[in-house]
């Protein structure tokens, strides 16, 4: 989800405005030991009303706006469903599930995975642990209950600056993702996985074909401009 780039040091910000009409841009005035990448993708933050309304709404990052365009418009999430997230941290997609789906405390019908710690969310049960292990889909059966009814993956490699390097991790994350998806969905279920464009994609739609009814490229207006990210939605689990 939106995390910084590799190395991140926030440091002390000194920061301008700059006026045009009623927008108004902040400019850090001094980079300090940040990399170019880690000073654009700090004004980039600081820029994003995404980034602002999520912190006023009280979402963990703003992906959760993503989430939440893609399912108003696809009724994907139901009282009473079993969903996992793969790659959660910080955890905005399992908050948006959890309040939808109606799991609690008492009764967790989401689970989040991640490598990475993840501060408690409530009702949602949240496992350290690599997805592509073996134990990994017995594991979340076990804390589900039973087959889920949604896998939502909105996980991104960590990149090397090599662009065909950085294209084939993100496409190895999805294959993994779409992997233990046919695992752990229950027939009827749906699929919902982050991919950027290239060529390279087409071949996990056509997997994806075989196994779903229906398979979508959705890109939600909340992405950042000019983002190559998007999309694909599978609905109707073959089982």
């Not at 700059?18 to 927008?23: I, L, N, P």
């Not at 989401?110 to 496992?127: A, C, T």
Request: proline share 5%; charged share 25%; net charge positive.
């Amino acid at each position: 989800m939106s995390e910084p780039p590799k190395n991140h040091t926030p440091g002390k910000q000194k920061g301008k405005a700059k006026v045009s009409g009623r927008e108004m841009a902040v400019r850090l005035r001094t980079a300090g030991k940040r990399t170019t990448s880690q000073q654009k993708w700090l004004e980039r933050q600081l820029n994003d009303p995404y980034v602002a309304k999520a912190k006023a709404e009280g979402w963990r990052s703003r992906a959760a706006f993503k989430f939440k365009e893609i399912d108003d418009k696809y009724k994907l999430l139901k009282p009473g469903m079993r969903i996992v997230d793969l790659g959660c941290a910080p955890g905005g997609w399992c908050q948006l599930a959890a309040q939808r789906v109606g799991s609690t405390e008492a009764h967790p019908r989401v689970v989040g995975i991640d490598l990475l710690p993840v501060d408690p969310i409530p009702g949602v049960v949240l496992l350290e642990m690599d997805f592509t292990t073996e134990e990994a889909d017995e594991r979340l059966k076990a804390e589900l209950g039973g087959l889920a009814d949604g896998v939502l993956s909105d996980m991104a490699a960590n990149t090397t600056g090599h662009k065909k390097t950085d294209h084939l991790r993100i496409i190895g994350l999805a294959e993994a993702a779409v992997v233990f998806a046919r695992e752990v969905l229950a027939p009827g279920g749906f699929f919902l996985c982050k991919l950027f464009q290239g060529g390279d994609t087409a071949t996990i739609i056509t997997e994806l074909k075989r196994d779903f009814a229906t398979v979508r490229h959705v890109k939600p207006a909340s992405s950042r401009a000019g983002s190559s990210e998007l999309y694909v939605l599978a609905t109707g689990f073959r089982g």
